[in-house]
DNA sequence: TAGGCGATGCTCT
DNA sequence: GAGCATCGCCTAG
């Protein structure tokens, strides 16, 4: 839950063949151990496997058969709990998230969990990988000025949805989901 | 521009 | 076989 705050302003970098795709966090949800919103709350399954991994792991997974979201493990190796990276800014290799994406709205880049994904060419052969200092994919320190942080209920799941667990940049105008969701 | 809704196919029970 | 941490199109204002 820390870390998912602590997240907010950091820069998400992604180094492919075709060049460097680089954006700023700047919304996210937490799942904590205990969450029964939590892949990990059931337990280890093949799937879920990364997040049991140690901290600051990537954890990517397919959601609705088509759509990839983007986890950072933010326990200790054997305990499941994640912070699910929900949009960015984006910052570095504009053309080429355009290109990937198919579309030449800025805004519209990598705001949702799976539009980030296919802007940043992120698939399943990251999953499991070190974001802290990890080859081809990091996280790198804040570039900007301390974010101001707000939180909210968290998006689109059915089980403990009232847990006030996502967190995000309030002056951005890349975030997902509506704008009702009000801040805390 | 913002909100509603249905297609989508993988994963777990 | 059911549920799902989503997306993009369509419509209304």
Excluded at 92 to 101: K, T, V
């Amino acid at each position: 839950m820390d870390l998912a705050r602590a997240l907010i302003g950091h820069v998400l970098v992604r180094d492919a063949p075709e060049g460097r795709t680089a954006g700023q966090i700047v919304e996210v949800e937490a799942y904590v151990l205990e969450d029964p919103a939590s892949h990990a709350f059931r337990g280890m399954t093949q799937r879920n496997a990364p997040m049991f991994l140690g901290a600051h792991r990537a954890y990517i997974y397919r959601i609705y058969g088509t759509a990839l979201c983007v986890n950072v493990t933010s326990e200790k190796r054997g305990l499941g709990a994640a912070v699910l990276i929900r949009a960015l800014e984006p910052l570095e290799g504009l053309e080429l998230m355009e290109r990937r994406r198919g579309i030449s709205r800025t805004r519209d880049l990598c705001r949702g969990p799976g539009r980030l994904c296919e802007a940043l060419a992120i698939g399943t052969s990251l999953n499991g990988g070190d974001l802290v200092g990890g080859p081809d994919l990091w996280i790198a320190r804040p570039v900007l000025p301390p974010p101001v942080v707000g939180s909210s209920v968290r998006i689109g799941i059915s089980r403990a949805a009232e847990r006030r667990l996502r967190f995000y940049e309030v002056r951005s105008a890349y975030l997902s989901g509506p704008k009702s969701l009000s801040p805390a």
